[in-house]
């Protein structure tokens, strides 16, 4: 891992991490505050090569294969610029293509699902304000029988529960908000559980890492687990981490985690911050120690 001087981060960093969520008044201000929620800019722009925003052909490697992501741009032909609201609701929430042909879970619908409408469609008014980008879609690689998206309709029998997020009256509107922001909005579950093998999340083991996360990366345990999780970090530490991608011990993560930072959780507000923690304060804490990985990742700094 490197290590980065906080001088260099904290000015910038500090100061866009202070925004404020948007007027939900104005959509396409409020589609901007999800947009960096939902981290959407790292999984559809191609930052290695040098690709345009949201055109596609970031590369994502599984043990399924490696999947590209699509452009998202408005544009009519390559990107989704011919949707209806209705087309973009049930890609997210369905998981759904216009045609009518199913999405692979590559694509995190399993969490925008709960998503609320009104949150899908200011998303989709942000992004529609965006270039157009004349971009086709990279085709997926991937292996036999997996790439047959028909089997998609028994793998969402089997594993996808569809719905909108619904607020537990019994908990704190802090939690209800963190809630929303983790397993909706940052799907940060796709990354931090583990997935048995037809590729869906293993629930008993939610949020405790995994040493098969994204590219084959190891994906720090982030339940309040206090030996192999985040149970010894103050709720500052996790904040300033949210805020500039740096530990508490002066190093920083790296790769993935640095690019939902960069891209996300900086931008929020210092209360969503406080809502995802208290979220994650309150998780079942579960021991499952992540080993070292197989190259320097950004679990690494965790460890």
């Not at 720090?220 to 991608?245: A, C, M, V």
């Not at 208290?278 to 197989?294: D, F, Q, S």
Request: hydrophobic content about 40%; glycine content about 10%; aromatic content about 10%.
């Amino acid at each position: 891992m490197f290590v980065l001087a906080a001088l260099l981060w904290l000015g910038p960093w500090m100061e866009s991490g202070q925004a404020q969520e948007s007027d939900p008044v104005d959509p396409v201000a409020r589609g901007e505050y999800l947009f960096r929620a939902a981290n959407c800019q790292s999984c559809h722009t191609d930052v290695k090569n040098k690709g345009k925003l949201l055109a596609g052909g970031r590369p994502l490697k599984t043990p399924f294969g490696t999947f590209y992501g699509p452009n998202i741009t408005p544009h009519e032909d390559h990107g989704i610029g011919a949707w209806s609201d209705a087309d973009f609701i049930a890609a997210l929430r369905h998981g759904r293509a216009p045609d009518g042909s199913h999405y692979f879970p590559a694509f995190p619908f399993t969490a925008f699902t709960k998503m609320t409408d009104a949150d899908m469609l200011a998303l989709k008014a942000y992004i529609f304000t965006l270039p157009a980008v004349d971009r086709p879609n990279t085709p997926h690689e991937i292996g036999f029988p997996f790439g047959w998206r028909f089997l998609m309709s028994a793998w969402k029998w089997l594993a996808f529960d569809p719905g909108a997020f619904e607020p537990d009256p019994t908990r704190p509107a802090a939690w209800n908000r963190g809630a929303y922001l983790v397993e909706a909005l940052g799907h940060c579950a796709e990354c931090h559980t583990p997935r048995d093998m037809i590729g869906a999340l293993d629930r008993d083991m939610a949020f405790a890492g995994t040493a098969e996360g994204p590219d084959g990366d190891a994906v720090p345990n982030i339940t309040p687990d206090p030996e192999t999780g985040i149970g010894k970090w103050r709720d500052k530490d996790l904040i300033f981490l949210f805020q500039t991608s740096l530990l508490p011990d002066g190093d920083s993560v790296g790769g993935g985690m640095a690019e939902v930072v960069a891209n996300g959780t900086k931008h929020l507000s210092e209360t969503d911050l406080e809502a995802i923690v208290a979220y994650l304060r309150a998780l079942a804490p579960v021991r499952n120690k992540i080993g070292k990985p197989k190259k320097e990742s950004p679990a690494s700094a965790w460890e």
